[in-house]
């Protein structure tokens, strides 16, 4: 029996632009996104710390690498990021730049909330080599997660566990001699506790509706009433930022010759030593500040001062807080409150059972920026994020200033 999903938007080839810069980061955008819907994530729902943030430089080049977990959306990645970024004050030039997997844009739920293109808007670039080499060698501060994918998916029962990691980032250390600054998740494996994952049902999922996982058993509500495929708990986030590592110096430890230019074998050492020593430091960190895993005395608190936030900030009001923030950067106030609720009367899709695919149908319907109609398909692609960046087809402008 399928489920009641719609079929995956297929990659569509985009024609690159012949070399011109095209930054796909809005700063604007995100701005405003942190400010009026990921702040009452931030400051009620997750109400993260961040310990050891005076170990970030102000320039790069430099590698922030953090742990995956949650078996949820990103959050704790986006949480970061957003925190990091507020923190610094929210410049064009201080932004982090996040490489994350491609396949977070293919289909439309594996975005936040069906947000068009809402991981590069936001200061993401695709995930490969070359793309990673150019951002260093631009001189930016990349947050990485050298998990990957398998970091979220790895299930409840081997939380805090770090999975493997890929090891392009080491070479990549080692070319640009940029620090690699280990960043520690704690209380992240509770944002879905008790999830799992099996490997048969990942594959179907990964293959049919390109969604890398499905946790279980949360994912099955998350089948039927679409709001819930964004939920998480109100887990403590707390984000620990660990010493720089050396990563030439970890080369030269493994017996690499040429520490600047390894080869594999030592790449494939000096990774496993770098896991080595984020697994002990998350492990401290775990001891250290994973008592309170949701701080419930602290929600409390949180919730009595958010008042009017309070529905942006529970996980039932996000779908409305950020579709609606989207819709209303495009068009006029609303004329009445009827207005208001007629315009946006088919977020109501969020909340019904099996509301994909009338999800899925206002969006083929309904012109932009609601939906796609009278929109070829390469624009429609376009539109979406749905193809793969790559820099030496679209080049990055040079770094604005702080």
Same mark, same amino acid.
């Given at each position: 029996?399928?489920?009641?999903?719609?079929?995956?938007?297929?990659?569509?080839?985009? #024609?690159?632009?012949?070399?011109?810069?095209?930054?796909?980061?809005?700063?604007?955008?995100?701005?405003?996104?942190?400010?009026?819907?990921?702040?009452?994530?931030?400051?009620?729902?997750?109400?993260?710390?961040?310990?050891?943030?005076?170990?970030?430089?102000?320039?790069?080049?430099?590698?922030?690498?953090?742990?995956?977990?949650?078996?949820? $959306?990103?959050?704790?990645?986006?949480?970061?990021?957003?925190?990091?970024?507020?923190?610094?004050?929210?410049?064009?030039?201080? !932004?982090?730049?996040? &490489?994350?997997?491609? +396949?977070?844009?293919?289909?439309?739920?594996?975005?936040?909330?069906?947000?068009?293109?809402?991981?590069?808007?936001?200061?993401?670039?695709?995930?490969?080599?070359?793309? $990673?080499?150019?951002?260093?060698?631009?001189?930016?501060?990349?947050?990485?997660? =050298?998990?990957?994918?398998?970091?979220?998916? !790895?299930?409840?029962?081997?939380?805090?566990?770090? +999975?493997?990691?890929?090891?392009?980032?080491?070479?990549?250390?080692?070319?640009?001699? #940029?620090?690699?600054? =280990?960043?520690?998740?704690?209380?992240?494996?509770?944002?879905?506790?008790?999830?799992?994952?099996?490997?048969?049902?990942?594959?179907?999922?990964?293959?049919?509706?390109?969604?890398?996982?499905?946790?279980?058993?949360?994912?099955?509500? #998350?089948?039927?009433?679409?709001?819930?495929?964004?939920?998480? $708990?109100?887990?403590?986030?707390?984000?620990?930022?660990?010493?720089?590592?050396? &990563?030439? /110096?970890?080369?030269?430890?493994?017996?690499?010759?040429?520490?600047?230019?390894?080869?594999?074998?030592?790449?494939?050492?000096?990774?496993?030593?770098?896991?080595?020593?984020?697994?002990?430091?998350?492990?401290?960190?775990?001891?250290?500040?994973?008592?309170?895993?949701?701080?419930?005395?602290?929600?409390?608190?949180?919730?009595?001062?958010?008042?009017?936030?309070?529905? /942006?900030?529970?996980?039932?009001?996000? =779908?409305?807080?950020?579709?609606?923030?989207? /819709?209303?950067?495009?068009?006029?106030?609303?004329?009445?409150?009827?207005?208001?609720?007629?315009?946006? #009367?088919?977020?109501?899709?969020?909340?019904?059972?099996?509301?994909?695919?009338?999800?899925?149908?206002?969006?083929?319907?309904?012109?932009?920026?609601?939906?796609?109609? !009278?929109?070829?398909?390469?624009?429609?692609?376009?539109?979406?994020?749905? $193809?793969?960046?790559?820099?030496?087809?679209?080049?990055? =402008?040079?770094?604005?200033?702080?």
């Amino acid at each position: 029996m399928r489920l009641p999903l719609p079929l995956p938007a297929m990659r569509v080839h985009v #024609a690159p632009p012949s070399g011109i810069p095209d930054d796909r980061f809005d700063p604007e955008w995100a701005r405003s996104i942190v400010t009026r819907a990921l702040g009452p994530m931030l400051d009620v729902w997750f109400r993260p710390d961040v310990h050891g943030a005076e170990r970030i430089p102000e320039h790069g080049p430099v590698i922030l690498a953090g742990n995956h977990s949650g078996n949820a $959306f990103p959050y704790d990645a986006i949480m970061l990021d957003a925190l990091l970024w507020r923190r610094d004050g929210m410049t064009d030039g201080g !932004k982090l730049r996040t &490489v994350y997997e491609h +396949q977070l844009s293919l289909a439309w739920w594996m975005r936040p909330f069906g947000i068009d293109d809402f991981w590069r808007r936001g200061g993401g670039v695709d995930m490969t080599f070359d793309n $990673f080499d150019g951002l260093l060698r631009r001189g930016d501060r990349v947050l990485y997660f =050298p998990e990957g994918v398998p970091g979220i998916g !790895k299930g409840f029962n081997h939380r805090y566990e770090l +999975q493997r990691f890929h090891t392009s980032f080491v070479r990549l250390a080692a070319r640009h001699d #940029a620090p690699v600054i =280990p960043v520690h998740v704690v209380n992240g494996e509770w944002l879905h506790p008790f999830g799992y994952t099996v490997g048969f049902v990942d594959w179907l999922f990964q293959h049919v509706w390109l969604v890398p996982f499905l946790p279980l058993p949360i994912g099955l509500l #998350a089948i039927v009433l679409p709001w819930f495929w964004f939920f998480a $708990f109100p887990a403590h986030l707390v984000f620990v930022v660990d010493e720089p590592i050396d &990563v030439r /110096r970890v080369l030269s430890l493994v017996g690499a010759r040429e520490p600047a230019n390894p080869d594999e074998v030592d790449v494939h050492r000096a990774t496993e030593e770098i896991r080595r020593r984020m697994q002990r430091g998350l492990h401290e960190g775990v001891a250290r500040w994973g008592k309170s895993r949701f701080d419930l005395p602290g929600l409390w608190r949180a919730m009595r001062r958010a008042r009017g936030r309070r529905w /942006r900030a529970t996980p039932a009001g996000w =779908p409305l807080a950020f579709v609606r923030h989207e /819709r209303d950067r495009a068009r006029p106030p609303a004329r009445n409150r009827l207005h208001a609720f007629l315009r946006d #009367a088919d977020l109501c899709f969020f909340y019904l059972p099996f509301g994909w695919p009338l999800l899925s149908l206002v969006r083929m319907l309904r012109r932009p920026p609601y939906g796609y109609r !009278k929109l070829t398909a390469e624009q429609r692609a376009m539109r979406e994020g749905r $193809f793969v960046w790559r820099l030496g087809e679209r080049p990055i =402008p040079p770094r604005p200033s702080v």
